[in-house]
């Protein structure tokens, strides 16, 4: 599928519709999904691969990677809202919805990804701790691309686990806290991945 096609099938996808402040939810936008993606086709061949997408908020990434070629993408969220929304959209696009999951990927068990995908919380509002999900993804896969905070510390800490930097992105994220008095802003992200020998 082309570019433009799969920007087009993004931008229909329903956002969620109540995000989740302490979660850290700032959805990624079609047009940072399309960068990240044309990253990935460009570094990495999905065709026939099983995919994890981690904190899939509305399912963008993995259903991206879907339209690429993927042969599975299982869909992990904590969020239940995010788990009705990513079935939803799944079902929109003709997709099949029956691997979203309400789980934390610290509790994924007795399995071994070809590729994990995630754009996790920046650790802003939340205590999410990226040095822990960093090893965790490891663990699970050989092969993972990761958008993550644009900053030193991170890139460092990305290195240690074998990550390397690929690029930097904007994402535009709306308002979804109170005081966020602007209609939406932009967040500069890095995308760190690592490709397993098999990639």
């Known amino acids: 599928m082309e570019t433009k ?76 809202k995010a788990v009705e929304t990513c079935i939803s959209n799944l079902k929109t696009v003709g997709l099949c919805s029956d691997s979203v999951f309400k789980k934390d990927v610290f509790d994924i068990k007795n399995v071994k990804y ?22 965790r993804v490891s663990a699970l896969s050989d092969s993972s691309f990761i958008i993550a905070k644009d900053n030193q510390a991170i890139s460092e800490l990305a290195r240690t686990y074998g990550f390397r930097f690929g690029k930097t992105i904007e994402i535009k994220v709306g308002n979804i806290a109170k005081f966020h008095s602007k209609i939406s802003t932009e967040i500069r992200a890095q995308i760190v991945y690592k490709l397993g020998n098999n990639s």
């Open 5 to 80: 096609e799969i920007t087009k099938l993004l931008s229909s996808l329903a956002p969620l519709k109540a995000a989740n402040f302490r979660l850290e939810q700032y959805q990624t936008d079609p047009k940072a999904a399309t960068e990240f993606l044309n990253f990935i086709k460009a570094t990495y061949d999905v065709s026939g691969k099983h995919v994890a997408d981690f904190g899939c908020g509305n399912g963008i990434l993995g259903i991206g990677l879907l339209l690429l070629g993927a042969k599975k993408v299982d869909f992990y969220d904590i969020d239940e």
């Open 114 to 135: 070809d590729l994990i995908v995630s754009n996790p919380p920046f650790g802003i509002q939340s205590n999410f701790d990226i040095d822990s999900f960093l090893k």
